[in-house]
């Protein structure tokens, strides 16, 4: 004789499920709840051998799919060999966590497939109201959370359709929102640099001064070895074998002038496979900030520098010639008029590099 289940029944006194086992009443939650039906289950098979069903939910728990953790947690291995230079991760790959630190706050927990645009708003205003992230940095932001979904979506993870929800949110607007909006960057003052270098260590302030004359990136600039460089005429070139545009077919010179090459020559290995300046790109921007401090001036950042030496260089020399100067041209247009371009980079850098 088969024996009877015990029976999931309503105490309607509390409004609870409750069962009936081995002379002892079990209280399970809100009746008809799917917390009280799974704990009914998990009191069978205390009770009995085999896979029991919870007869009030013929099919079980329902499975949900991956969580807003777990899809996030995919995407986190994706991204540390993708966004990977030189066997480092670079700093992508901390800003595609900071992305992540609001929304697994929010929902962590929920799952993937059930986050949709209106969450995602939730989340971005989380960004602008605890973070106080600036306008750019949170639709940037976004943009990265939208990439993790786009991850899951080709890996089966969510449908398609969370994408595409996910995809109708649109950047804020210059003005149309909350998030604070933060100058854009401009030739750094005179002064302002004049007072850093004072307080800056040889290395910095050598260094500073060939990201002005030159407009290399700050990561160009730690990367460089003798090896790399070009010394067989009176214009010296270093070109870039490893560099942030790569990935895009883009190619990327620097070219150094007679201030340039004197400072590159104070710096000159033995070995011409080691770096010039050994120092992280961090580290550089991190004594910059520094001397910002000790000359009590406005905060700029290596990147900064940049700037500063492209609003020059299109000043003194128009546009043309500062874009191929920075690598902003794209792999085709740098193809097709190269030659007039080194022309021009030549001479820019004789007259001021």
């Known amino acids: 004789m088969t024996k009877k289940l015990p029976t999931y029944s309503l105490h309607k006194a509390s409004g609870n499920a409750r069962v009936w086992l081995d002379g002892k009443n079990y209280y ?28 009030v939910a013929p099919h079980g728990p329902q499975d949900t799919g991956p969580t807003v ?5 995919t995407y986190i291995v994706h991204a540390r060999t993708y966004y990977q230079k030189n066997g480092r991760t670079t700093a992508e790959y901390d800003c595609i966590k900071s992305a992540m630190r609001p929304l697994v706050d929010l929902f962590g927990d929920s799952p993937a497939k059930d986050f949709d645009s209106v969450a995602l708003r939730m989340v971005r205003q989380r960004m602008i109201d605890t973070k106080e992230w600036c306008r750019d940095y ?4 976004l943009g990265r959370l939208v990439r993790v979904f786009r991850h899951a979506a080709k890996n089966k993870l969510v449908p398609a359709s969370t994408l595409t929800d996910l995809e109708l949110v649109e950047p804020l607007e210059s003005g149309r929102t909350a998030a604070k909006d933060y100058a854009p960057r401009t030739e ?9 270098k004072a307080v800056a260590d040889p290395m910095t302030r050598d260094m500073i001064d060939l990201a002005l004359l030159t407009g290399a990136r700050g990561g160009e600039l730690v990367g ?5 460089i070009d010394k067989t005429g009176e214009v010296w070139f ?10 895009k077919g883009k190619s990327r010179a620097l070219v150094f002038g007679p201030k340039s090459i004197a400072i590159l020559r104070r710096y000159a290995t033995a070995d011409g496979t080691q770096r010039l300046f050994p120092v992280q790109r961090r580290t550089f921007t991190d004594r910059i900030k520094r001397c910002c401090e000790l000359a009590k001036v406005p905060m700029i950042t290596s990147h900064w520098l940049r700037h500063s030496a492209a609003t020059s260089m299109r000043r003194d020399h128009g546009l043309d010639a500062a874009q191929v100067l920075l690598g902003h041209s794209n792999a085709s247009t740098t193809e097709r008029y190269a030659h007039l371009d080194l022309t021009k980079a030549i001479a820019v850098a004789r007259s001021c590099g």
């Open 69 to 73: 953790n777990e899809v996030c947690a």
């Open 28 to 55: 399970l939650g809100e009746y008809g709840s799917p917390k009280s039906r799974l704990r009914y289950s998990e009191l069978l098979k205390k009770q009995t051998t085999g896979e029991l069903v919870d007869p």
């Open 188 to 196: 750094v003052p005179a002064t302002t640099l004049e007072a850093i």
């Open 224 to 228: 460089l070895t003798d090896t790399m």
């Open 138 to 141: 949170v639709n940037k932001s």
């Open 238 to 247: 270093a070109v870039l074998v490893d560099h942030k545009m790569r990935h």
